[in-house]
C-alpha cells in the first residue's frame, strides 16, 4: 500500500515537470497557430502567432497552461 503511494506521488511530480517552450510552441501550432515569435519573461513563455490572419499575443506558464492569449491591436 505505500509503495502504492509513492508510484502516485512519483507520477505527480513527473506531470509537474517544466516543459520546454518549444513543447509549448507546439501546442499553439495544434490549435491552428502559427508562431512567428517565441520569448521567455518573468518565468513565462511569451508567444506572438497568427491565426485565421489576425495576430494573438499567448502567455503560457512553463506546464504550458494558457494565462493570457488576446488579438494584438
Same mark, same amino acid.
Given at each position: 500500500?505505500?509503495?502504492?503511494?509513492?508510484?502516485?506521488?512519483?507520477?505527480m511530480a513527473a506531470h509537474a515537470q517544466p516543459r520546454?517552450?518549444?513543447?509549448?510552441?507546439?501546442?499553439?501550432?495544434?490549435?491552428?497557430? *502559427? =508562431?512567428?515569435?517565441?520569448? &521567455? /519573461? %518573468?518565468?513565462?513563455?511569451?508567444?506572438?502567432?497568427?491565426?485565421?490572419?489576425?495576430?494573438?499575443?499567448?502567455?503560457?506558464?512553463?506546464?504550458? *497552461? =494558457?494565462?493570457?492569449?488576446? &488579438? /494584438? %491591436?
Amino acid at each position: 500500500m505505500i509503495a502504492a503511494g509513492m508510484v502516485g506521488m512519483t507520477a505527480m511530480a513527473a506531470h509537474a515537470q517544466p516543459r520546454t517552450i518549444t513543447e509549448c510552441a507546439q501546442k499553439l501550432t495544434a490549435r491552428g497557430f *502559427n =508562431v512567428i515569435d517565441k520569448d &521567455i /519573461d %518573468d518565468g513565462l513563455y511569451e508567444f506572438e502567432a497568427i491565426k485565421n490572419n489576425i495576430k494573438w499575443d499567448v502567455k503560457m506558464d512553463q506546464q504550458c *497552461n =494558457v494565462l493570457l492569449e488576446r &488579438i /494584438d %491591436d
